[in-house]
Nanobody, 123 residues
Framework: QVQLVESGGGSVQAGGSLSLSCAAS????????MAWFRQAPGKGREGVAG???????VYADSVKGRFTVSRDNAKNTLFLQMNSLSPEDTAMYYC?????????????????WGPGTQVAVSS
């Protein structure tokens, strides 16, 4: 019943931008902690950016100043604006929803996950 579907991934040159969207159904983005994670080949899944139920954003140090996380409560959609992309940003990007009181970018704190959208940044 709960479904998260990412979109907006693709290939872009270094320095370019991409906008990711996460369409949520069965889980309101306004009352859940929402976050973006990414996983590169051979590496673990890492938190990128999130926004709490209260609307507080948090970012990994590696993306601060470049990425912006936001949500549209009316559309029940989570967004990630990615600017100044570099090859190090290449990964599968996942949308996640959490229902715990704590707000973190830890994988274990999120119950629902989308299938992911691929982002590839070339040199």
């Amino acid at each position: 019943q709960v479904q998260l579907v990412e979109s907006g991934g693709g290939s872009v040159q270094a320095g370019g931008s991409l906008s990711l969207s996460c369409a949520a159904s069965g889980v309101p983005v306004s009352s859940n902690n929402m976050a973006w994670f990414r996983q590169a080949p051979g590496k673990g899944r890492e938190g990128v950016a999130g926004i709490s139920r209260g609307g507080r954003p948090v970012y990994a140090d590696s993306v601060k100043g470049r990425f912006t996380v936001s949500r549209d409560n009316a559309k029940n959609t989570l967004f990630l604006q990615m600017n100044s992309l570099s090859p190090e940003d290449t990964a599968m990007y996942y949308c996640a929803a959490g229902q715990l009181w704590q707000f973190t970018l830890l994988v274990s704190d999120y119950r629902y996950w989308g299938p992911g959208t691929q982002v590839a940044v070339s040199s």
